[in-house]
């Protein structure tokens, strides 16, 4: 594509700029509106520059992307009502064998997670597990934190609904999901052994149990006394896309009402059984009190049988009440393994090669109607902003490419970049890790993905797959190389600074060493085991 006028070129490179500096910097003083809104007026100067018609404004926006991410985000919030992420945060501490034991744990745990569920609902539902974890257990938050983060990252490159890129990447390649995953399995899973590797060697001191010769006993004692997060915890750090969240399997005014029968039971049977033990103990006891109770005057008939008749009624009450409580959690445990089981089925669709976008969906609308009550409350939890920014950007990425300025840069560079050689492997490699830091990894996909795989289509049918896969790898695992390279890092360092009495802030110095050592070596490890 030729350089379009130097109008043109001007105008394009001034929306597009807006576009970058509101979403590196959000909340940049001369113009703080944030990203969603600096997404929003980047694209309608395109078509007020006369960049683009309007009528190709909404031709750019891509619907099926748009309509996976809804689907994955409503299928993750009720997988988040249905309690698997606090089990994640459970695993984390189970049994566990000090720091470096850890740290494997919480390397694994959000790799996995962040495959299946995205890497930032990963990062926003675990941070605040991890952080009361390294605390409990005297141990710094730092590597733990910046391994969360990290493998999140990591993880996500496994599947296309891990991250947005890999969505954007599924879409416009059409490689399946099972397709996707065999391609970029292994590079993940070694991918993830070898940021733990890095993280152990950078804070194998802070992490050695001779630092501080209280972990082991510390959580030692956890792993026996069980789940280290008690359930207040565990609802307070519930997390949606949009808003905090505090749900409820059963409704609190049946606790409410339910509890203080309970509590009367037991203290009821308490002191039966303590009657019962100080009788066997004293029988002399026993036979004065069966004296005095025979020696008490006998009471009036009719008081009698009232004093019963009222004694059996609460009983009755007592035990419809518990009775209607048990009814509650069965069926809050049976919704609750539908929920999972829609999940699953959801994923065997995906790796059978079903419409993404439509099986995410199908799946979310299931559980909707499975939920059999009012939708909204969930729906509310979805991340509308993101959608809209997502919008914004496709149109902006648009018009910028009508600018002619991606394709000038990419013949300049396509002729070292070949990816049927490991040089213009490493080049291509190094221009999309700049270009994933300066200007999001996201737009950096949309700017050189149809070109990357129409120059590999050139070389053979296959080398275009495998240039797809390339650049899914490359772009994602290069959020890891600075604080901001990706929104995973962010929400672990917001998120980790809001936990109550325990805030820990992660610096932009603090992650920037191990994430250039991890995001240059992990990039490598990983695209020697990439194949067509």
Not at 35 to 54: C, D, H, N, Y
Not at 400 to 407: C, L, Q, Y
Request: hydrophobic residues 50%.
């Amino acid at each position: 594509m030729a350089v379009a006028a130097v109008s043109k070129v001007v105008l394009g490179l001034v929306a597009f700029s807006v576009f970058w500096v509101l979403a590196v910097f959000p909340a940049v003083p001369v113009l703080p509106i944030g990203r969603t809104a600096g997404a929003l007026l980047s694209a309608i100067l395109m078509v007020l520059f006369g960049v683009m018609t309007p009528e190709q404004a909404f031709a750019s926006i891509d619907l099926p992307i748009l309509a996976l991410l809804f689907g994955t985000m409503v299928v993750s919030a009720y997988l988040e009502r249905a309690d698997l992420f606090a089990h994640l945060g459970t695993l984390l501490s189970w049994r566990s064998r000090g720091g470096k034991d850890l740290l494997f744990r919480v390397c694994l745990v959000a790799a996995v997670s962040s495959a299946f569920f995205t890497n930032d609902t990963a990062c926003v539902v675990l941070t605040a597990f991890v952080l009361k974890l390294a605390r409990r257990n005297n141990l710094p938050p730092r590597p733990f934190l910046l391994a969360l983060a990290s493998s999140a990252n990591v993880g996500s490159t496994a599947t296309p609904i891990g991250n947005p890129q890999n969505l954007v990447i599924a879409s416009l390649s059409g490689i399946t999901f099972g397709r996707f995953l065999l391609g970029l399995l292994p590079a993940m899973l070694l991918g993830v052994l070898v940021n733990a590797s890095i993280l152990l060697i950078f804070f194998f001191k802070e992490l050695s149990v001779d630092n501080n010769n209280d972990v082991e006993s510390n959580v030692n004692s956890e792993s026996a006394a069980g789940d280290p997060f008690d359930e207040e915890d565990v609802i307070a750090h519930r997390f949606f896309p949009a808003t905090m969240s505090h749900v409820t399997s059963v409704d609190s005014d049946d606790w409410i009402r339910t509890l203080p029968s309970l509590s009367r039971d037991t203290s009821l049977n308490e002191t039966l059984r303590n009657r019962a033990g100080t009788s066997a103990e004293n029988p002399a006891t026993t036979t004065e009190s069966t004296t005095a109770a025979n020696s008490t005057p006998p009471q009036e008939p009719a008081a009698a049988a009232g004093d019963g008749s009222e004694e059996a009624a609460a009983r009755q009450g007592r035990r419809k009440r518990v009775s209607h409580m048990v009814k509650r959690f069965k069926k809050h445990y049976l919704w609750r393994t539908c929920v999972y089981l829609v999940t699953v089925g959801m994923l065997v669709a995906l790796l059978m090669g079903l419409n993404m976008a439509w099986t995410a969906i199908t799946a979310a609308l299931v559980l909707i109607v499975l939920d059999f009550t009012d939708a909204q409350p969930c729906l509310e939890k979805v991340s509308y902003s993101l959608l809209i920014f997502f919008c914004g950007m496709f149109i902006t990425v648009d018009g910028f490419n009508r600018t002619g300025i991606p394709s000038a840069f990419w013949d300049f560079i396509e002729p070292h970049a070949r990816v049927d050689k490991p040089g213009g492997i490493a080049l291509l490699a190094l221009v999309v890790i700049f270009l994933s830091n300066i200007a999001s990894n996201v737009p950096t996909v949309l700017l050189l993905g149809a070109r990357v795989a129409a120059s590999a289509a050139r070389i053979s049918a296959g080398q275009e797959s495998k240039a797809w896969l390339i650049l899914a790898w490359v772009s994602t695992v290069a959020g890891n190389l600075t604080l901001v390279g990706s929104a995973a890092n962010l929400i672990v360092c917001e998120q980790a600074q809001r936990v109550k009495s325990i805030g820990y802030t992660l610096s932009f110095f603090a992650h920037l060493p191990f994430g250039f050592l991890s995001t240059l070596v992990v990039t490598a490890v990983g695209l020697l085991l990439i194949r067509e």
